[in-house]
């Protein structure tokens, strides 16, 4: 697999017709200068060009966040720091080389430069996520590198990785054992995966395989913890460290007006006991797996 041919052939979504106004007009933005806040809303404040507002309502929908640029707070669909207020606690970064999979428009990166690591890499295919990324990026000026990539790309990928963020992933992927080998085969020996991930309640060795949850039709396995493990163990980590676990609530994530569409709301029963569909609610686990 050729990394730099598959980044080639990304790069032109860039070109797509709904994508490149957008990145035309962002090209054009500049910064004079900024100061910021990596705190649970990350906050900026910047002398920049008047239409950062039109260039923030460009780029949605915002899953991740909260950002505030001057007086303009967008409102994310995901209270993020949530998620990262749990995990936080349980890392140390400081000197490692870091990759975030899946790292959506880079919120959890830009936290992560408060814990100063070597570096930061982030892999996410979305390119419109990739567009807000260096937004936001256009105030901070960090080092931080980001990659129109995917997991099945980590093996291949040029540099391994002391600490791999992989937060709400591995429910979108078919063969979560494979997957769970590739992000092992990204490590640095000694290295660690901070692993976020849906799970069902149960003591069998079992796992959902819904058609629908929460009417996400990408959504393959949900197993219990004790089948979680068994999947680890697979994949041939050395050990796994219980962070905790917690219900999605709709304080974490809501339809907000920087966001298309339904959230969370939408995807429970009546009584939010229950998705839509009638199973479980949405579950997090929250674990340290060891190479």
Known sequence: MNIND??????????????????????????????????????ITAQCDDNYIEVAKMLKPWRKGPFKIND?????????????NIISSHINLKDKEVLDVGCNNGYYMFRMLNF?????????????????????????KSNIE??????????????????????GVLYHRPDPVTMLKELKAGLNPNGEVILDTLI???????????????????????PTLKALYNWIEKAKFKDVEYLGEKYTTLN?????????????ESFLNEEKTKTI?????????????KN
Not at 72 to 84: M, R
Not at 207 to 217: E, G, H, S
Not at 254 to 264: A, N, V
């Open 6 to 43: 598959i980044l080639k052939e990304r790069n032109k979504s860039f070109n797509w017709k709904n994508i490149k106004p957008i990145k035309e007009t962002l090209d054009k933005f500049h910064v004079k200068e900024a100061d910021f806040k990596l705190n649970d809303t990350i906050e």
């Open 252 to 264: 974490e994530q809501r339809k907000t007006e920087w966001i298309d569409g339904e959230s969370l």
């Open 72 to 84: 303009l707070l967008i409102k994310s669909e995901w209270n993020s720091f949530i998620k990262w």
């Open 200 to 222: 069902i309640k149960g003591d069998e060795e079992i796992a959902l395989c819904p058609i629908r949850y929460q009417k996400m039709k990408n959504v393959y396995f949900i």
């Open 146 to 167: 980001y990659k129109l990539l995917g997991v099945e790309h980590i093996p291949y990928y040029h540099k391994k990785f002391d600490t791999i963020f992989c937060l």
């Open 277 to 289: 569909e009638g199973y479980p609610p949405p579950l997090r686990v929250y674990l340290k797996l």
């Open 116 to 140: 100063n690591p070597k570096s930061i890499t982030g892999f996410d295919p979305g390119v419109l996520f990739n567009l807000q990324f260096e937004f936001i990026n256009k105030f901070i």
